[in-house]
């Protein structure tokens, strides 16, 4: 079946603007992720959804990250006044079993603040 | 945030020789996974642990949970060209993954 897909592939921004990326989960998986990946470095936990519980933020790096997630399906991440600082690549996964922590990734969407 | 220390950080080995790769950590996890990503995609699931002390392979992959649940290792033996990546080991607790900072594998003909 479908994996996780992410929308859009690449992002180059101003610095000031605002950025929104989409990721959509693989069917039925109940819980979806965002994480953050520098150049050259290893993943960052952003945000975690879980079926219809107050989603976990505690990985948000300043106010200006937010992220909702529709029907329990589709997610979006918004970035407010990008920064030079925020370009990287976010990826998004998701999970059946998120106590098991198998967690599916999607291509990502890398993002350049210029 | 939180990394898990993961070595050597980088590797160069001749086609067909066997690689190792290890993760540890200060803190106990009751899952540990292995992940190998590519230029311009998401990582992919390689193996998952679940037990401490399990050995589990995927064809020419084998991983270990250690004793301890604070570590893990990953062998490739026999390697070819399209190994060529980067190797994240995770650990899991409560709901999310902790990564480690990554071993970069070239591997040449």
């Known amino acids: 079946g479908a994996g996780v897909s992410q929308s859009p592939s690449n992002k180059v921004t101003e610095k000031g603007k605002d950025v929104e990326l989409r990721c959509d989960p693989i069917?039925?998986?109940?819980?979806l992720y965002w994480y953050r990946q520098s150049l050259g470095q290893g993943l960052e936990f952003l945000i975690y959804f879980q079926g219809n519980s107050a989603p976990d933020k505690s990985g948000l790096p300043s106010d200006r990250f937010s992220a909702e997630r529709t029907g329990g399906s589709v997610s979006t991440l918004t970035i407010q006044r990008t920064q030079q600082e925020d370009s990287a690549v976010y990826l998004c996964?998701?999970?059946?079993?998120?106590?098991?922590?198998?967690?599916?990734f999607g291509p990502g969407t890398r993002l350049t603040v210029t | 945030g939180q990394q898990l220390n993961q070595s050597p950080q980088s590797m160069f080995i001749q086609e067909g020789e066997d690689v190792s790769m290890n993760c540890t950590s200060s803190?106990?996890?009751?899952?540990w996974l292995w992940y190998k990503q590519e230029p311009g995609e998401g990582p992919v699931l390689l193996i998952a642990l679940y037990k401490a002390g399990e050995l589990t392979s995927n064809g020419r992959l084998t991983a270990q949970f250690g004793i301890t649940r604070k570590d893990s290792f990953l062998n490739i033996s026999a390697s070819i060209p399209s190994d060529v990546g980067i190797y994240f080991c995770a650990g899991h607790n409560t709901d999310k993954l902790i990564f480690g900072t990554g071993t970069r594998l070239q591997v040449f003909p």
């Open positions: 803190s106990i996890f009751n899952t």
């Open positions: 069917s039925g998986h109940t819980a």
């Open positions: 996964a998701s999970s059946l079993f998120p106590s098991l922590g198998e967690q599916y």
